[in-house]
């Protein structure tokens, strides 16, 4: 296998609070991310999953841990010495009406991380724009269009086409169709497959949608309260999850057709992350709970399928 | 059987700078009593104005009613005043929303706000307004019936200490507190991480079969209708295409739009179905296209689509708003 492309050990994001506590809204977390894989992070609000990937692109700095993009640890670079790394990471946001400015043109945004990074000249630039434009599907005439004419799967796509304009390695996508209606997720999804396959990009995807994240991704992290719980290849997390986390996760999804009420849905909600259980952080919610889950924290075990239970260990 | 609700060649449309945009195009569903009934349709569809438009929550204007009625047990929502409207607010049809936040008011505690509805809802009865006190226990009560913990204690709580999950049971025994037939839920778990939506559609589901309410469940995530609903009504702008059988509705969609909605969803059980996208956009409603608004993304559209708007009719025990339904293979 070739050497990972991103790889993400032991980190750690931790918030200091007034009077001594600490919001560990990433704690421990270690993943790999292979070149053209894409890597699914999933998990509920407040998981951290967001965090992990702002961490990755060193948009943040982490608490503790180390990110090796390329074999090299980013985790400690300044922000002058991460400048030329930015061109090979991208982020993609959520909400593609909040991620471009209104005032100006579709040019404009798609223009400007070249004009930064200074990698095309004057007469440059418009040529490039324009391919990049075509390369998301929209035609020139798009070009000097402002965000309020365009639709929100259009937005999302001319944030696409700017988060491409360098050629990025790797393309993080925070729940990038989940503003979307589902006639429009189905033509994004549609395209960042076609891209994937056609460009060798990697994708960090995240999504709290299980159904999306099965449809483009080759591995699925699971987070729950700052931590990867499950990790594994795509059919394997699906088929045969090993973690009681993420057997509620599926089962709590309603599927499009007269199903009826999910069986017996997880009781309580997510805690906070300052005040992470003892043991096991999922102990407390878990179905089958074991002595030993509220005494000892269980680390990812297994080799290409990784659980963090107890009784996945033992079974 | 006479319907609970009923609305009928409802057109409601809305003035602004840019012209008149034509939101709802006429409207015509039926709910009856102890029915759950789901509406489906993407943004801009109309759902959640056909909602408001229930209990009279559209301000005219800037909306302006172009034709049709709205009646709730047999009496007519459009003639209204405000005292009969502010009993059928909570006596008639409850509500409840996306975003719980929005709904509750941060500087007031969970009982405080309880207490006022609930007083309200006495007034609006035309009863004496019982004391705080036992408007507190009322209360108490309500939050206990939607499965909250300690309501007592909870009655003290502001909304941010918490959970978006409880804030939203908190919502649903507000909209209990009066004696409502009818629950409109809009978007009721669209702001809920799924373990927690389960908790919440399963109280919702609960409530509904034993208090014998009717329940109109708004969302565009059709798990989530499939989940609750019997029957499923499907919008596009502004009007009705389809209002089938749930299981009729998944088996053999009969309205193009339903076909390609439908395909458009990723499903984690079926991990071999590509979702597809519908071509095109949602038309702009200040000048909706002439005859169907889906023809200019429909894939079946023939020059009499363009020529005459399809009414709503009868087909395969059904109904659907579509020239072309027959053609439509089962």
């Known amino acids: ?315 | 059987m006479t319907a609970l609700l009923d609305i009928s060649d409802y057109r409601l449309a809305f003035d602004g700078f840019e012209g008149r945009a034509h939101v709802l195009d006429g409207i015509d569903l039926r709910v009856a009593a102890g029915e759950s009934v789901g509406i489906v349709g993407e943004t801009g569809c109309g759902k959640s104005v056909l909602a408001r438009s229930i209990t009279r929550l559209v301000d005219t204007p800037p909306g302006r009613v172009l034709s049709g009625h709205i009646r709730f047990a047999g009496e007519d929502v459009l003639a209204m005043d405000q005292r009969a409207l502010a009993r059928l607010r909570g006596h008639g049809v409850a509500m409840i929303f996306q975003d719980p936040m929005t709904y509750l008011n941060p500087v007031f505690s969970i009982g405080s706000q309880l207490i006022d509805v609930i007083r309200a809802h006495d007034r609006a009865a035309g009863q004496r307004m019982r004391p705080r006190v036992a408007a507190r226990a009322a209360a108490a009560e309500v939050l206990g019936a939607v499965r909250l913990p300690e309501p007592d204690r909870l009655l003290d709580r502001y909304p941010h200490e918490l959970s978006g999950g409880m804030r939203q049971r908190v919502l649903i025994a507000m909209a209990l507190t009066g004696t409502p037939r009818l629950l409109v839920a809009d978007e009721p778990t669209t702001a809920l991480d799924v373990t927690i939506q389960a908790q919440v559609l399963r109280l919702i589901g609960e409530l509904v079969a034993e208090r014998g309410l009717a329940l109109l469940l708004i969302s565009h995530d059709l798990g989530v209708i499939g989940a609750l609903c019997r029957r499923i009504v499907v919008m596009y702008a502004g009007t009705v295409v389809e209002d089938a059988d749930a299981a009729a509705l998944f088996d053999r969609p009969r309205h193009p739009y339903t076909r390609g909605l439908l395909a458009a969803v990723p499903d984690l059980a079926r991990p071999d179905h590509r979702a597809r996208p519908i071509p095109g956009h949602i038309p702009n409603l200040l000048a909706p296209p002439p005859g169907c608004r889906f023809h200019p993304r429909c894939p079946l559209a023939v020059a009499r689509c363009i020529a005459e708007k399809p009414a709503l009719r009868e087909v395969d025990g059904r109904r659907v708003a579509c020239h072309r339904a027959e053609d439509i293979a089962a």
């Not at chain 1, 798009?142 to 004419?149: A, C, D, I, Q, T």
């Not at chain 1, 179905?287 to 996945?312: F, Y």
């Open chain 1, 1 to 315: 296998m070739s050497a990972p492309l991103l790889e993400l050990r032991g980190l750690a994001k931790h918030y200091p609070l007034k009077g001594g506590r600490v919001v560990r809204a990433v704690d421990g977390v270690d993943v790999a991310l292979h070149p053209g894989e894409s890597l699914g992070l999933v998990g509920e609000s407040g998981c951290g999953k967001s965090t992990v990937a702002r961490l990755a692109l060193r948009l943040i700095p982490p608490s503790a841990g180390a990110i090796l993009f390329q074999g090299r640890d980013i985790s400690g670079l300044s922000d002058s010495a991460l400048r030329p790394l930015r061109r090979d990471m991208q982020l993609i946001f959520q909400n593609p009406h909040a991620a471009l400015n209104p005032r100006r043109t579709v040019f404009a945004s798609v223009a400007e991380p070249l004009v930064v990074q200074g990698v095309a000249g004057r007469d440059g630039v418009l040529a490039r724009v324009g391919d990049l434009l075509r390369q998301v599907g929209l035609p020139d005439s798009f070009l000097w269009r402002y965000p309020h004419e365009l639709s929100g799967g259009q937005k999302q796509r001319v944030c696409i086409a700017r988060a491409l304009a360098l050629e990025p390695k790797l393309l993080a996508l925070d729940e990038p169709t989940s503003a979307l209606d589902v006639s429009v997720q189905a033509q994004i999804l549609e395209f960042l497959q076609e891209l994937r396959s056609r460009s060798g990009l990697a994708y960090l995807f995240i999504s709290h949608n299980l159904a999306v994240v099965r449809q483009v991704c080759d591995r699925v992290a699971v987070m729950y309260l700052g931590r990867v719980v499950e990790e594994g290849p795509v059919e394997a997390i699906f088929t045969a999850p090993r973690h009681p986390y993420t057997r509620a996760l599926i089962a709590a999804v309603l599927p499009p057709r007269p199903a009826g009420m999910p069986e017996a849905p997880l009781a309580g909600d997510v805690p906070n992350a300052a005040e992470i259980p003892p043991g096991c952080r999922f102990a407390p919610r878990c179905p089958i709970r074991m002595d030993r889950c509220t005494r000892d924290d269980p680390a990812l075990a297994g080799t290409d399928h990784r659980a963090a239970c107890w009784a996945a260990s033992e079974a």
